[in-house]
């Protein structure tokens, strides 16, 4: 085993002490695995709480912050937190006026931020919950019932934290993530299989020379496996599934948000290289990209490989996109 770790054991604990190291603004609380914007409670905005298991790293701690989210909770590699996390993070951002939970499409995240939410509500938070399902690869998958929750998780939580940072309220929040992650599609490539730090060895089994097509984050099946093609071919697949979907989200002819997003092993010379197939056949196909992101943000440990994601935007979503973020892995206009 191949890793810059102590042990299994502590290596979330360990990374959430590094995180507090390397960004005082953040209030990081190792023992109870909460990560809170430090000015979470200044001012009377809404709460956008999100989590899920490690080893997606910058997602989600690494998106607290002004502009974005104002907790994160995380699991243990590949688990999903528990709602005592969830609850504790909820009250530690609520200034009176609400909080928006954003829960990925994985079963364990589905039914603790669910719990969550009730045990909130009995405390007297006013909370919402949006179900990010964006992935089009499989329609169900080892992790969940449904479509699996990926790179639109970015799109729905910067959009989300801008609309509350500008003092919108928790309807209003809430419907603009759920109309982020209705207009965002995703496709999955793996070259490489990742590799847990508890099983020390490759999660599933992926033969030299071939690759999965529509990949999960945590390694789940995709919808075939092909000998290994080079880019701009692997981008004509990914696009099309995602274009065949993106076709029933008006109006066709709309922009698009772009994110070309790394899976965690795979370096940037590769991905702007696959970006450039990615940018080459959106504009044969006549669709115009208002905004594009290229690096590693929702990613699966030591996985090979990247996910496309797209997001129709209209003047509204883009303006929210680009309005001021600072967080540890998204910076702009601050």
Not at 283 to 310: F, H, K, Q
């Amino acid at each position: 085993m191949r890793m810059l770790i102590n042990s299994p054991q502590t290596v979330v604990d360990d990374a959430l002490r590094g995180m507090a190291a390397a960004h005082p603004d953040l209030d990081v609380d190792v023992e109870a695995r909460v990560v809170v914007r430090r000015d979470a409670r200044t001012g009377a905005r809404v709460g956008v709480v999100s989590g899920g298991g490690s080893g997606h790293e910058p997602l989600h701690a690494g998106f607290v912050g002004l502009g974005m989210l104002s907790a994160a909770c995380p699991g243990e590699v590949f688990t999903s937190p528990v709602p005592d996390q969830m609850v504790r993070a909820a009250s530690a951002v609520d200034s009176g006026q609400g909080v928006l939970f954003v829960v990925k499409n994985y079963t364990g995240d589905v039914l603790n931020f669910e719990m969550a939410g009730e045990l909130a509500e009995e405390d007297g938070l006013r909370v919402e919950r949006v179900l990010v399902d964006d992935d089009v690869a499989v329609t169900d998958s080892l992790f969940t019932a449904g479509r699996r929750g990926t790179g639109a998780t970015l799109f729905v939580e910067k959009i989300a934290g801008a609309a509350a940072e500008e003092g919108a309220p928790l309807d209003r929040v809430a419907d603009l993530a759920r109309r982020v992650n209705a207009s965002s599609r995703s496709f999955g490539v793996a070259l490489s299989a990742c590799t847990t730090p508890a099983k020390g060895s490759p999660t599933f089994d992926l033969p030299d020379g071939e690759l999965e097509l529509g990949i999960g984050i945590h390694g789940e099946p995709g919808r075939e496996r092909r000998p290994s093609m080079p880019a701009r071919e692997i981008a004509e697949v990914a696009l099309e599934a995602v274009l065949d979907e993106l076709a029933e989200v008006g109006p066709a002819d709309g922009p698009v948000l772009a994110l070309v997003n790394g899976m965690g092993a795979t370096p940037l010379l590769e991905l702007y290289g696959f970006h450039a197939e990615v940018a080459r056949i959106l504009a044969a196909r006549g669709v115009p990209v208002a905004r594009t992101l290229v690096g590693n943000y929702v990613t699966s440990l030591d996985m090979a490989g990247c996910s496309v994601t797209l997001c129709r935007a209209d003047e509204e979503l883009l303006r929210l996109w680009d309005a001021p973020v600072r967080t540890p892995a998204l910076r702009w206009g601050v």
